[in-house]
């Protein structure tokens, strides 16, 4: 996933300024446990939203690692602040275009929003949970896709994992960056965006909150699944410590550096 991966920060680096941001250790979802720097308030997002299902989505204990999909720990513990507390399947399927899809999806499941439940594969055939789960299935073989009913209707939760599972394996950033549209001010940016590189490899992240300042400044928590699949988790600011995890995104900057990519161009995107 990346021509364009950072190199890890020093390690030794001890000459820190101190920190703006209080971190909630004992409390369990984004929007508790990350306070915004002084002189910022979080931005509200109506109870309905994506935004605010993502900002209080339940988290992990603090300090928990990110884990493989296969139970072992990822090499690189020290670039996130909170891991999300939501399966990352068993199989090498949920990676960084999937990690926005799985939240975007259960979000679309629990708000009931069923017709909505719907993706393209990256070969631009469209997937709907409607279909799947009355039994339709998709039949890929080179770069053609055929559907027929093969099953019996099933609307339960496991069956729309195992509908996941499919789009996991067949979409990626290519498709997801098509099925978003552009956001071109700052202005405009809200939980649940995303900041994408599509291709393969490509990556993406997603911003898992929004605070403001009284002249209308916005500060920003940046979250990802990566490659291997491994937990969704939300990501430090090793270049702006002071601030960490909150980051100072600008849609018009010609490269975005995150702490385990450097989107070039930058290229903001939004449901």
């Not at 067949?170 to 997801?176: A, E, H, K, N, R």
Request: glycine content about 6%; aromatic content about 12%; charged content about 25%.
């Amino acid at each position: 996933m990346g021509d364009k991966l950072l190199p890890e920060p020093d390690k030794k680096e001890h000459l820190i300024s101190e920190s703006l941001v209080q971190i909630n250790k004992d409390k369990n979802t984004i929007k508790e446990r990350f306070s915004p720097p002084k002189g910022f308030q979080w931005v509200e997002e109506n109870s309905d939203s994506f935004g605010y299902f993502i900002e209080n989505f339940k988290l992990k204990s603090y300090g928990s690692p990110i884990l493989k999909y296969d139970g072992s720990s990822i090499s690189t513990q020290n670039l996130h602040e909170a891991v999300f507390d939501i399966d990352t399947g068993t199989q090498d399927l949920q990676q960084c275009a999937d990690a926005v899809i799985r939240l975007r999806a259960e979000y679309l499941f629990k708000s009931k929003k069923f017709d909505e439940i719907k993706f393209h594969f990256t070969s631009g055939d469209l997937v709907s949970w409607n279909d799947y789960k009355n039994g339709i299935r998709s039949f890929v073989k080179g770069n053609s896709v055929s559907f027929k009913k093969v099953a019996e209707p099933d609307s339960s939760y496991e069956n729309f994992r195992k509908y996941l599972d499919v789009i996991f394996n067949y979409s990626g950033t290519i498709s997801l960056s098509k099925e978003t549209k552009n956001v071109t001010k700052n202005s405009h940016l809200k939980t649940g965006d995303i900041l994408i590189t599509p291709g393969s490899p490509g990556h993406v992240v997603f911003i898992a909150g929004v605070c403001k300042n009284k002249d209308g400044k916005k500060l920003f928590l940046l979250s990802e699944g990566f490659t291997p699949a491994q937990s969704i988790h939300l990501l430090s600011n090793p270049f702006e410590k002071n601030i960490s995890p909150w980051y100072n995104l600008d849609v018009d900057n010609s490269e975005t550096k995150t702490a385990r990519y450097i989107f070039k161009p930058t290229n903001f995107r939004q449901f």
